[in-house]
């Protein structure tokens, strides 16, 4: 045994050399500045060396010596003071050697970069463990301590506290079942330490690397290669960073079954995980007030699993703000969720914003938003897709788009100033859009089969949000429904409760049904069907439910094309020319071309105007109309066709009917009380009859049917009747 005790120098260098190949134990101990302690070591041994001042360097070398392996070593290594370095080298690659282990403690509190410690530890072997302590605790000093560790073989350890300000950390693991242990600041200090910086490289199988980073504008990277690896990072201060730096990555893991949790505290926390394999999961929590908090995760690879959650607390402490989410998975089973919540209050700036891309089969993401201004987009491609956006409060955005089969997606925003977007091209589609309230707009467009959407909206924009055109202006609220791609088992509902709604259904091939329900102020309309079973029911419900100066509404007020097409519509409203310019009236348009037509029009307010084109093949018509200045148009060509217009007064008042029907079996009936009525009918061709019945002021009638069967009955009664018949031609 050899003991070395040394006294005060300004520059001692110390070198003890021990290839004797037993044990052999070294303890040095040393005080004042600028001192140099070596040691070196072959076999089974234990160095203690102390240093209490500036300056000092000691070193530790146990290493193999031909035939002797270096294991069971015991490297302890003590400073105190300020800009010091300790480095302890230990190897051990002997098979069933005994595992070595190296214990750095630097205790300085210097209060500069010029003052800072370095421990610097290097293993090679199995088992070993590195522990190295920098820093006073209880001290604010102690400042930008570096340590760098490196262990080759399997089931090491390396276990680094670092206490105090701008402290950095290397910590590289080569081998299996590795644990790395990490810790920068004071505990249950999370605010009063910053600048640090650590940076794990794991590369093999089972290894576990766990951060714990206190303060404030800390920086944090993980880079895992191998299998089963598990990266867990915890920031609880404020503006850190997980990443960036080193290629915009703070964890890094390539392989299968890998998992990556990170935890943020506090405001403007940057996070950034990569993970290439199968099997993957990454949980980023972001709390806090969580102010300019990004989150950044991406996947390639199988089953993939990511959860990203900012969460702040609600007013007065709260709200978070200008908070980011972005996900990127590629592979097959992709889940994603991400959360955003506690934003409200004021001030209304929390600018919101998730984006998920999944590539694959299986996918399933979920995006939850609470607060100012946000903003979701999901875009999901090819098989099993699911998406739902759930966004509450203010300038809510949300945009999914799905290719694939077997897609569904569900959005609600409850909301203000909101738009929500989906795109399926696909097969097995559904979506449902819900949104109440405020300046609402919602589009789904669904290509391939069996699709379905539903969108309901409550109560949105005023009534002079309508200023013509084709289309409403963009601050009305309106709902677009439409789904093509040569179609199968299309339906779509649309649901809209309020004021200045608009809505359009667009629907091409296979049983196609189609329902929209308005129930408010200023609501227009449209719905397009062509081929096959075709259904469709309009009820609108308020104050200028169509208007005819529109050239949308000159085209479309339900046009059906082809096979079994059917049509209800219910209007019940009224027409106050206060705030639009021009011939604005209640209305509806029917245009229903071949196959068992059938339409039912019923209307009822001050200002009502149906028309009605059929063409084609067993065609019925039934219009019903009770208000002021009703007026109804019904052209019918083609076999089997009836008519049916019935006025129903009440209290009538300008009231007209038209009806032309050209082509066999036709039949019409016109029913009018009221005043100033006026009917006319023209028919053409066989079994063709029509009965006129008008009671009160100023009736006229006008009958003129073609050739075959023709029976006509006209009844008026009242003032300054005049009916005109003329048959066979």
Do not use: C
């Not at 934003?343 to 299986?362: D, E, H, I, M, Y």
């Not at 779509?492 to 308005?518: H, M, Y």
Request: glycine share 12%.
């Amino acid at each position: 045994m050899k003991k070395f005790v040394l006294g005060s120098a300004s520059v001692i260098a110390l070198a003890i050399s021990a290839p004797a190949f037993g044990q052999s134990v070294s303890n040095v101990d040393q005080a004042g500045n600028s001192n140099a302690a070596t040691v070196t070591q072959t076999g089974t041994n234990d160095s203690d060396i102390d240093q209490t001042g500036d300056n000092n360097t000691a070193t530790v070398e146990q290493e193999t010596f031909g035939a002797f392996g270096a294991s069971g070593n015991n490297a302890d290594i003590i400073q105190t003071g300020n800009f010091n370095t300790a480095t302890a080298e230990q190897e051990n690659g002997v098979p069933g050697s005994i595992a070595n282990q190296a214990t750095i403690t630097q205790n300085g509190d210097g209060t500069s970069t010029g003052e800072a410690n370095t421990a610097i530890a290097r293993q090679s072997g199995n088992d070993n463990t590195t522990t190295i302590d920098q820093g006073v605790a209880g001290l604010g000093t102690g400042n930008s301590n570096t340590a760098d560790t490196r262990q080759t073989g399997s089931a090491n350890m390396i276990d680094v506290a670092q206490i105090n300000d701008g402290a950095a950390a290397t910590l590289r693991q080569t081998g299996e079942g590795n644990t790395s242990i990490s810790s920068q600041g004071r505990p249950n200090a999370a605010s009063t330490t910053s600048g640090q910086e650590l940076v794990v490289f794991q590369n093999g199988a089972d290894n576990t690397s766990d951060i714990d980073q206190r303060g404030s504008g800390n920086y944090a990277s993980v880079f895992q290669s191998g299998e089963r690896n598990t990266s867990t990072i915890r920031q609880p201060g404020a503006d850190n960073n997980i990443g960036v730096e080193l290629a915009s990555i703070g964890v890094n893991q390539v392989g299968a079954d890998n998992t990556s949790t990170v935890t943020q505290g506090a405001n403007n926390g940057l996070v950034n995980v990569n993970q290439t394999g199968d099997e993957l999961t990454s949980t980023v929590t972001q709390t806090g007030r969580a102010n300019n908090s990004v989150a950044s995760v991406n996947q390639s690879g199988t089953r993939n699993t990511s959860t990203i959650l900012q969460d702040a607390p609600p007013p007065p402490t709260g709200p978070g703000r200008e908070m980011t989410a972005n996900l990127t998975q590629s592979g097959s089973d992709n889940v994603s969720d991400i959360t955003q919540t506690n934003t409200l209050g004021a001030p209304a700036v929390s600018g919101n914003f998730a984006s998920v891309t999944q590539s694959g089969t299986f996918q399933t993401s979920t995006v939850e938003q609470d607060g100012h201004e946000n903003d979701a987009t999901v875009n999901q491609s090819n098989t099993g897709n699911e998406s739902e956006v759930v966004q509450t409060g203010n300038a809510n955005f949300a945009e999914v788009t799905q290719s694939g089969s077997d897609s569904t997606s569900t959005i609600s925003q409850q909301s203000n100033e909101s738009w929500a977007r989906v795109n399926q091209a696909a097969s097995n589609s559904s979506s449902s859009i819900t949104q109440t309230a405020n300046g609402q707009n919602a589009l789904v467009l669904q290509g391939g089969s069996d699709q379905t959407a539903v969108i309901r909206q409550s109560a949105g924009a005023g009534v002079l949000g309508i200023i013509g055109g084709d289309l409403p202006d963009s601050g009305i609220s309106w709902a677009r429904i439409e789904q093509t791609a040569a179609g199968s088992g299309n339906s779509s509902t649309i649901d809209q409760e309020g004021l200045s709604n608009f809505a359009l259904t667009r629907q091409v091939g296979n049983r196609n049904s189609s329902t929209i329900l308005q129930d408010g102020n200023a609501n227009l309309l449209g719905i397009f069907q062509s081929g096959d079973d075709n259904r469709s029911n309009v009820t609108q419900s308020g104050l200028r439910t169509n208007f005819s100066n529109l050239s949308f509404l000159a085209n479309v007020g339900v046009q059906q094309t082809g096979d079994r097409n059917q049509s209800d519509v219910v209007q019940t409203g009224d027409y106050l020319d206060t705030a639009f310019v021009g011939n604005i009236e209640n209305t509806f348009r029917v245009l229903q071309s071949g196959d068992d037509n059938t339409s039912t029009i019923d209307q009822s307010g001050l200002n009502p105007e149906a028309r009605l084109l059929q063409a084609g093949n067993f065609n019925t018509s039934d219009i019903d109309q009770a208000g002021t200045e009703n007026r109804a148009f019904v052209d019918q060509i083609g076999s089997g066709n009836s008519s049916f217009v019935d006025q129903l007064d009440p209290a009538g008042v300008n009231n007209f009917a038209d009806v032309d029907q050209t082509g066999d079996d036709g039949l019409s009936e016109v029913l009018q009380t009221g005043s100033n009525n006026t009917a006319t009918l023209a028919q053409g061709g066989s079994d063709n009859e029509s009965f006129i019945t008008q009671a009160g002021t100023g009736n006229t009638a006008t009958v003129t049917q073609g050739s075959m069967m023709n029976v006509s009955t006209i009844d008026q009664n009242g003032i300054g009747n005049s009916a005109i018949v003329s048959q066979g031609m």
